[in-house]
Structures are given as C-alpha cells and as structure tokens.
C-alpha cells in the first residue's frame, strides 16, 4: 500500500525557509514525483516536480527560491523553500506516479496523494 506523509511546514516570516519533507512508503523507484499546493479558495496549483532522470522543472512563481529534491535511500522527496513570500501560504501535498508518466516535468504525478501539510508565510 503506498503511503506519503509530508511534514516540515509551518507559520514563518516572509523571507524565511522551510524545508517540507514527504516520507514514502510501499513502493521504490517511482517514476514521477511533485509537489502541490492549494491556498484557500483556490484551484491545486504544480510547485515542482521531478523525474527518475532527476530532471526538474518549477512553477514560474518559485523558480529560484524553491529546490525539489530526493533522496533515494530514504525513500524521502523534499522542497527546500527560500525566500518565502505571503503568497506562498497554502497547504502543500506531495505525489507520485510509480509508473511511466511521459508528461511528468508538465503536470506532474496524479497517482498517489499525501494528506498535505500547511504552511503559513506572513508579512
């Protein structure tokens, strides 16, 4: 059974960082992984995602403040998160499609869904 549990969100400044962590469970070597978010009263939105390639591709809005990485060993995707801006505030869920997904540095992985963790940016 594949399981996601995100951790590492929170309240912070605008400026500061957070280090969102996804720890995943019931599979290995999925093909497809991401990060999501939705602010109040709006749609999901991609943050970043990343393939088995390690190729990366950002939302224009984080590019250059946030990092999506993995580690393999752990099972364990993050989000570095940098610069944070009140606009960033929405409850981030991370993702995986454990098979090939040829569109997955465009939409992101759809398969499997965290329970999200929130984070809060002020000014």
């Known amino acids: 059974q594949v399981q996601l549990v995100e951790s590492g969100g929170g309240s912070v400044q605008a400026g500061g960082s957070l280090r969102l962590s996804c720890a995943a469970s019931?599979?290995?070597?999925?093909?497809?992984m991401g990060w999501f978010r939705q602010a109040p009263g709006k749609e999901r939105e991609g943050v970043a995602y990343t393939n088995t390639d390690e190729s990366t591709t950002y939302a224009d809005s984080v590019k250059g403040r946030f990092t999506i990485s993995k580690d393999n060993a752990k099972n364990t995707l993050y989000l570095q998160m940098n610069s944070l801006k009140p606009e960033d505030t929405g409850m981030y869920y991370c993702?995986?499609?454990?098979?090939?997904?040829?569109?997955?540095?465009?939409?992101?992985?759809?398969?499997?869904w965290g329970q999200g963790t929130q984070v809060t940016v002020s000014s």
């Open positions: 993702a995986v499609d454990l098979r090939i997904n040829w569109a997955c540095l465009i939409n992101g992985p759809k398969n499997y």
């Open positions: 019931g599979y290995k070597s999925p093909y497809c």
